[in-house]
């Protein structure tokens, strides 16, 4: 094979239909960053999973009576509640809260507030902190089985489940997700027929060519590798401008978005590694998609 | 080198067979004039050769090939082994004259030092040395036939095909291009040229074999194009 001969071949290609070309690479582009965008909210969703499956605890708030007369759990009603807990599979510690370090946490959490100063140590349940066993990946099962424990207990002001209130979180990230690999489904199959079409056009434009390469024998290596290089080349431009277009969507955008919620760790930031490693696995995602429509087209539509 | 045997082609289109039962053979080296009116099915017999088409029914060799059950990918094999010419030329506009040459050599994958080689020597072959820099456009149709006919010969096939090739030249550009064609010859390459010009046939005197509507009517050594036709 002769490789300066389909450079010259995919050059000349590629400056004779430069508006198709240039349609091709941002088409496909656009439909990577989607994909790319996905990809991110996918891992960013994972990370925040990651992160609260450990922290996430279901707490058992104690009614004031109990909460005022047990500060370290000693007396029979706590400790009777914390030997339920203790002794039930599903769960893997429990700790104790009392009315003094309830108040403490509440002050840290809202330093500089009015609440921080109405609130009183004797308005705070104690609560019991149950962390609990991961089953196949999830608390759900634990989770179910502490409440239903804990619940009407004498004792027991309520049960608190901290993943109700970070699944809120958690659907919003996945319709972000869900959304944007939709659209980018959309994209990509408008990619693809671009990515057609301008196969076609190519080998129509070079039909003369593609005529005297079949007559003098020619091996479909040479009559196709131009357009496959070609197709290849345009999934490739597209994946890089996609990577930038990310890029500058998590400077521009996400960082200042998520600003916030992420330096609080309620989120873990998107980095500028995670960015680099999607725009990473666009290349080839784009390389690939791009080659085979190249050559499926060229199998189906022109005869070469 | 070349052998069809009760070559049948239809086209789908078509109720009546392009070709019909046709047998013929044709040797190392020979030189043989296919005549018949317009569509008396001179062009699909050189498309069968080539592989262009697949007969409907019926065995044709090339040389050692079996080509209508030639799988897909040895195609280029059969083709490599024949050049072929046509009324049109059909060369590249946009190459010179040496690059249409060269062309043919680049797309089989021969060196560039082999190029560089073979392609000024086949261009004084047709006599056209000195033009291998001039543009299609800027030669006379005798000349681009020419350029055409080294094109087709560059590869040293053993067959050489021609539809028509003198269709689009004056007469006395068309006997240059026959003597060109009989020094091809010359060489050991087989020629099958299609053709419906009396005065050429007549003055060659080669053998001839006449189609009309698909069948071979006449195969005759040192012929002519025949008389009232
Ligand atoms: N691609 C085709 N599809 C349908 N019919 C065809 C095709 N090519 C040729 N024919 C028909 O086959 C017959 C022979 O045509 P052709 O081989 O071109 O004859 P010639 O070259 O002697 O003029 C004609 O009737 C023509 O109309
Ligand atoms: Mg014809």
Redesign the interface.
Known sequence: ??TD?VVREVATGLRRNVTMTVAMVLTTAISLVMVGTGLLAVKTIDATEAIYSDRLEIRVALTQDVSTADADCTQPICAGLRSTLENSPLVAGVTYENQQEAYQRFQELFAGQSVAELARPQSLPATLRVKLVDRDGSTEAAAAAVKQAMDNQVGVRTVIDQRDVVSKLFDFLGGVRNVTFALALVQAVAALLLISNTVQVSAYTRR??V??????????W??QLPFLVEAVITGVVGAVLAGAGLLVGKIAFIDSLLAGIAQNGVIPPVTLADVLTVSAYLVPIGAVIAGITGYVTLRLYVKV | MIRLERVTKMYKTSTRPALDRVSVEVGKGEFVFLIGPSGSGKSTFLRLLLREDVPTRGKIWVTDLDVAKLPRRKVPRLRQRIGVVFQDFRLLPNKTVGENVAFALEVIGKSPSTIRKVVPEVLELVGLEGKAERMPHELSGGEQQRVAIARAFVNRPLVLLADEPTGNLDPDTSQDIMLLLERINRTGTTVVMATHDHSIVDSMRRRVVELDMGRVVRDEAHAVYGVGR
């Open positions: 094979m002769r001969f003369t060519e005529g005297v390469m079949r007559l003098v024998g020619a091996t479909r040479y009559t």
